[in-house]
């Protein structure tokens, strides 16, 4: 009795402790939906919320506020970014679940985890150091464009989209693969035709991890955007995203300026969320 006691005490500990930490998990992201909440309505209160998403110009010293170059900049870039990172990322992951050796997934499966752990400056300078004269020397301009950014992006996206896609891949039953072949298909139909619909729920989750880390991106872009204000005006020119802007801008900004870069990361909050509710509809319509 005192033996089954103690094994019902410890379980409840247990349960205790996860229930604890999924509670504090859910009072971060209230917390953070509180500050940006609080600190962004009032100044766009002041400014107007039209006139803040779809103005043109950003000129604090006149106490204009238009924040419609930054998300233009910051979907252009993570578009970029997709169409460049989810190709190589995915053909990575199926190289690596269906069609590399043993020993060739010993070799590059670390590298991959290794390109995860860098940290955005390190990626940034290496923009500066090999992108952004590669960019100059081939399409002309300073290099410090909106398709940098993008192969800058596109790049730092490719080992979230490798990770996520490689499991989902691994996860999908053999009987799949062993079926398509048992019915004629050859190894490369049965991957692409076969495994790869089976786990494509987990592909699309990888891609919109992808995203989520591309659109919230700031020091890596910053360095190699250009940081322009006004609004896009093509790859070769210089931009500047949602998150470079509060980067930038927040260590000097007061008042009203301040107001609206916290009002800015409110719009990236949305942006982050709209993301995340379309991947759940995916998900739903899926199954």
């Not at 998300?71 to 970014?81: R, W």
């Not at 960019?135 to 398709?147: A, I, K, Q």
Request: glycine share 10%.
């Amino acid at each position: 009795m005192q033996r089954f006691n103690a094994q019902t005490v410890k379980e409840n500990a247990a349960k205790a402790v996860f229930t604890l930490t999924a509670l504090v998990s859910i009072l971060a992201v209230v917390l953070i939906c509180v500050f940006l909440l609080l600190g962004g309505l009032p100044g766009l209160e002041k400014i107007g919320l039209l006139p803040f998403l779809t103005g043109q110009k950003w000129k604090p010293g006149q106490e204009i506020f238009g924040i419609l170059p930054f998300i233009l900049g910051s979907v252009y870039v993570t578009g970029g970014a997709l169409i460049i990172g989810v190709p190589a990322g995915l053909m990575t992951a199926l190289f690596l679940s269906r069609f590399a050796s043993k020993r060739m997934v010993k070799l590059l499966r670390p590298a991959v985890q290794l390109l995860a752990g860098i940290p955005s400056v390190v990626y940034g300078f290496f923009g500066l150091v090999v992108i952004v004269p590669l960019v100059r020397d081939c399409f002309g301009g300073t290099g410090l464009s909106l398709l940098t950014a993008s192969l800058l992006l596109g790049i730092m996206i490719l080992p979230t989209i490798i990770t996520v896609a490689e499991s989902a891949l691994n996860a999908v039953p053999s009987s799949y693969y062993e079926g398509a072949l048992a019915l004629g298909a050859t190894h490369e139909r049965a991957v692409f035709r076969v495994m790869l619909p089976a786990a494509k729920s987990g592909v699309m989750a990888g891609i919109i991890l992808g995203i989520g880390r591309a659109i919230g991106e700031a020091t890596a872009v910053m360095m190699v955007a250009g940081n322009r204000t006004a609004m896009p005006k093509g790859l070769l020119a210089g931009i500047r995203t949602m998150t470079s802007n509060i980067v930038i801008e927040m260590g000097y900004a007061a008042d009203l300026h301040r107001e609206a870069l916290i009002a800015t990361a409110v719009v990236l909050f949305v942006f982050i969320l709209m993301i995340n509710v379309l991947a759940s509809i995916l998900k739903r319509r899926r199954s």
